[in-house]
């Protein structure tokens, strides 16, 4: 199961980020080989990742599911995510991004989560948060969740795919390492 990486990061509608599958096969080989599994909790990726996860043959052995919680109730009712946290800190916020990676490993059986909540755009963006603001969660079970937020330029296609390649590119290289 191995594939060509490439260091590519798209910024204009391209139909796939170069060098995700590569990532996803990379990934999808260590936790298979660890016996471990993955889930997902996202926002402005719309379930990219996740789908990403199951067009790889053999995924079941190491992908344990993902939620697509587009909505800040749907964060609230499907993870968990305290309606006040987003109240105080806003949908895009790192302490949002924890508590959906933290949920998610509270509600599965998985061995290693990820989130990601951010502003695609076109519209959404404030001074503070501008379109591209995209904040992570990952966490390994058992270990301390590690988050982060980047800003990513191009339009709303180009921000989905460099989150994904990023969400992905920083668990490998941390959590799943």
């Not at 995209?134 to 969740?145: A, D, Y």
């Not at 339009?155 to 990023?166: C, F, K, T």
């Amino acid at each position: 199961m191995t594939a060509a990486s490439s260091s590519t990061i798209p910024t204009s509608g391209e139909a796939d980020a170069p060098g995700l599958s590569a990532l996803v096969y990379d990934l999808g080989e260590r936790l298979m080989a660890r016996g471990e599994r993955l889930c997902t909790v996202e926002s402005c990726t719309g379930g990219g990742i996740a789908q990403a996860m199951t067009d790889i043959p053999g995924s079941s052995q190491w992908f344990e599911c993902g939620w697509v919680a587009y909505s800040n109730a749907a964060k609230t009712a499907m993870v968990g995510v305290p309606a006040e946290l987003i109240a105080e800190h806003g949908a895009v916020s790192e302490a949002v991004a924890r508590a959906m990676v933290e949920g998610a490993l509270a509600r599965c059986d998985a061995d290693h989560a990820l989130s990601v909540t951010g502003i695609a755009g076109p519209g959404g963006g404030t001074a503070d948060k501008p379109v591209g603001t995209v904040c992570f969660g990952w966490q390994t079970r058992g270990q301390e969740v590690r988050v982060a937020t980047r800003h990513f330029p191009g339009e709303r296609h180009a921000v989905r795919l460099q989150s994904m390649l990023h969400a992905l590119s920083e668990l490998l290289a941390h959590e799943a390492a």
